[in-house]
């Protein structure tokens, strides 16, 4: 009885070799695309990191899926009875905006999320991870010198936040 082969989504062995070189670039976009679908869209620097939350510590130092679900359950219930109480005292929100450690609520449960998705799915993002490693070191010269142009033109074009 032969082995069961785990649906990946991207490509088989046969169908690698069959690509060669020049199918590289497909499938690190292929590759780069199965990772945003976990991860989402976000950007995976966080906006809190060194912020440690209230009985729960730093978020990445988190390594439990239950632990990150509470973590965003105390945020959620924060925000509302803080928002809630500066309504009854009749204080701006605009003026006294709610804050845990100087990050907003939104940055916390955006964070949170996706530390969630990471941590959910792991095993899956290393494999992933890996994958792309080696699609990557295999590029052909051509490839890179593309990839890192258009890097160039991106990090060019980027709008720059004046401080």
């Known amino acids: 009885m032969g082995k069961k082969v785990k649906?990946?989504?991207i490509a088989t062995v046969n169908a690698l070799l069959d690509l060669g070189q020049d199918g590289i670039p497909q499938l690190l976009e292929q590759v780069n695309a199965?990772?945003?679908?976990?991860?989402?869209?976000?950007?995976?620097?966080?906006?809190?990191?060194g912020k440690s939350f209230p009985d729960f510590g730093e978020l990445k130092d988190?390594?439990?899926?239950g632990d990150l679900i509470k973590m965003h359950s105390a945020v959620s219930g924060r925000v509302k009875g803080y928002n809630q109480s500066a309504k009854e005292i009749g204080?701006?929100?605009t003026k006294f905006p709610f804050k845990i450690e100087g990050?907003?609520?939104?940055?916390?449960?955006?964070?949170?999320?996706?530390?969630t998705k990471i941590l959910a799915n792991k095993a899956e993002l290393d494999k992933l991870k890996k994958v792309k490693e080696k699609l990557e070191s295999n590029l052909s010269e051509q490839d890179k010198w593309k990839r890192d142009m258009a890097s160039i033109?991106?990090?060019?074009?980027?709008?720059?936040?004046?401080?």
Do not use: P, R
């Open 62 to 65: 988190i390594t439990k899926v």
């Open 103 to 115: 990050c907003s609520a939104k940055q916390w449960l955006t964070d949170i999320t996706v530390q």
């Open 34 to 49: 199965k990772i945003n679908a976990i991860v989402g869209d976000q950007v995976i620097k966080s906006t809190t990191d």
């Open 7 to 9: 649906e990946t989504g």
């Open 153 to 163: 033109s991106t990090i060019l074009t980027a709008e720059t936040e004046l401080e």
């Open 91 to 93: 204080m701006s929100l």
